[in-house]
């Protein structure tokens, strides 16, 4: 969709769709209310701005439905749809990776109290191994910093998918 048809939508519809890029209430009412947009760019501005203000309390709301990395979501929304493909690398993830993946998981929630997060696209299960080993080492603070980070990496890769760059028409 362009700019104008996001900015278009009604508020309802708009946080619904932001809502799937990020689950956090008050980042989607911030980004909804700060329509309209004249750029993807702005779009993506305020977004960045409002993320960098996200607690362990937003982290935690946020993936509360999140399935866990190489546990395939179920169902047809396009929440489920999206982590499916973002997922895809898990799917030639070598036996051995993928359960050494499924321990690490389960090592995280006990240490961290929520599901490993990380951005899956563009990563191999041997990259997302090694870096939910590496995190295990990280302290609560710095992990909340962390997967925050990942969680606006996913919500900007979905942002882009799903508004184009044109500007809005001046008129």
Do not use: K
């Amino acid at each position: 969709m362009r700019i104008g048809d996001f900015n278009a939508l009604d508020e309802g519809e708009a946080r619904d769709l932001v809502s799937l890029w990020a689950a956090i209430p008050r980042w989607v009412s911030a980004v909804v209310g700060g329509r309209p947009y004249p750029t993807r760019e702005a779009l993506e501005e305020t977004a960045a701005a409002e993320a960098a203000t996200w607690d362990a309390a937003d982290l935690d709301q946020a993936l509360a439905q999140h399935p866990r990395i190489g546990e395939r979501a179920t169902g047809d929304d396009p929440s489920a749809t999206a982590s499916r493909r973002e997922q895809a690398a898990m799917t030639d993830a070598a036996s051995d990776v993928a359960q050494r993946i499924a321990t690490g998981n389960t090592r995280y929630e006990a240490r961290f109290g929520r599901v490993f997060l990380i951005r899956a696209r563009g990563r191999s299960a041997e990259e997302m191994l090694a870096e939910l080993e590496r995190r295990l080492a990280n302290t609560p603070e710095s992990e909340v910093a962390e997967a925050a980070a990942q969680l606006y990496e996913i919500a900007l890769l979905r942002l882009r998918e799903t508004v184009t760059t044109d500007r809005v028409a001046a008129g």
